[in-house]
T-cell receptor, first 114, second 112 residues
Framework: DGGITQSPKYLFRKEGQNVTLSCEQNLNHDAMYWYRQDPGQGLRLIYY???????QKGDIAEGYSVSREKKESFPLTVTSAQKNPTAFYLC?????????????FGSGTQLSVL | SQQGEEDPQALSIQEGENATMNCSYKTSINNLQWYRQNSGRGLVHLILIRSNEREKHSGRLRVTLDTSKKSSSLLITASRAADTASYFC????????????FGAGTQVVVTP
C-alpha cells in the first residue's frame, strides 16, 4: 500500500525540548517537503529536499532542522529555538518534473506545547 | 509574499447546489493546482491546470484559469455532504523549482 506515513499523529513538547517528527514514503519520490499549517491558514514551506543528502530552506526554516540520509525518509526536528511550535505539520513528496509537481501528503502531525 | 488569496473564506450550501470558489495570485505561474483537506487530515490533490490551459474538468469539478487576471476558480457541481472540506489553491511560479505557494483556503460546508 503506497503512500506517505507521518508519525506520531499527536506530539507534545516541553519547553526547551527538541522533538522529531517522522516522515516515510514508499512512492519512490525524489522530492520531499515539510509544511506548517496554522489554524485557518494555508501551508507554509519549512524545508524541502530534491534528492538524498541535499535539502534547502523554505520560507520559515528558523527553529527547524531536517536530514535526508535516505530517499524514503525526511525527518523534521523542531528545536527549542522555535518559540511558537504549536501547529499542524504536513509532510509531502513528489516526482520533480517540468513544473507539474503534484504533491502527495501524509496525514499530518499535530504538535502542541505543554 | 507570493502566496495566493482565496475567496470566499467560507461557504455554506445545501446538497445539490453548486459551490464556486476563487483564487488569485501575483506572479507568473507554470501551473495552478487545487487541493482538498478534510478536517485534521492531509491534503489531497484534485486537479492541475497548466498556464496554457483555460479550463479543465474532472468529474464534478471544473477549474478555470485566467492568466491575464491572475485568477482561477473551482466549481463543484451538485454538491454532496461528503464535499464538506477546506479547498486550497496552490501555484508553481516560473522562477521557483516545484515549490507550491498555497492560499489560505476556502472552508466549504454542505448540509444535507
Amino acid at each position: 500500500d503506497g503512500g506517505i506515513t507521518q508519525s506520531p499523529k499527536y506530539l507534545f513538547r516541553k519547553e526547551g525540548q527538541n522533538v522529531t517528527l517522522s516522515c516515510e514514503q514508499n512512492l519512490n519520490h525524489d522530492a520531499m517537503y515539510w509544511y506548517r499549517q496554522d489554524p485557518g491558514q494555508g501551508l507554509r514551506l519549512i524545508y524541502y529536499s530534491q534528492i538524498v543528502n541535499d535539502f534547502q530552506k523554505g520560507d520559515i526554516a528558523e527553529g527547524y532542522s531536517v536530514s535526508r540520509e535516505k530517499k524514503e525518509s525526511f525527518p523534521l526536528t523542531v528545536t527549542s529555538a522555535q518559540k511558537n511550535p504549536t501547529a499542524f505539520y504536513l509532510c509531502a513528496s513528489s516526482f520533480p518534473g517540468q513544473g507539474t509537481e503534484k504533491l502527495f501528503f501524509g496525514s499530518g502531525t499535530q504538535l502542541s506545547v505543554l | 509574499s507570493q502566496q495566493g488569496e482565496e475567496d470566499p473564506q467560507a461557504l455554506s450550501i445545501q446538497e445539490g447546489e453548486n459551490a464556486t470558489m476563487n483564487c488569485s495570485y501575483k506572479t507568473s505561474i507554470n501551473n495552478l493546482q487545487w487541493y482538498r483537506q478534510n478536517s485534521g487530515r492531509g491534503l489531497v490533490h484534485l486537479i492541475l491546470i497548466r498556464s496554457n490551459e483555460r479550463e479543465k474538468h474532472s468529474g464534478r469539478l471544473r477549474v478555470t484559469l485566467d492568466t491575464s487576471k491572475k485568477s482561477s476558480s473551482l466549481l463543484i457541481t451538485a454538491s454532496r455532504a461528503a464535499d464538506t472540506a477546506s479547498y486550497f489553491c496552490a501555484h508553481v511560479t516560473t522562477d521557483s523549482w516545484g515549490k507550491l505557494q498555497f492560499g489560505a483556503g476556502t472552508q466549504v460546508v454542505v448540509t444535507p
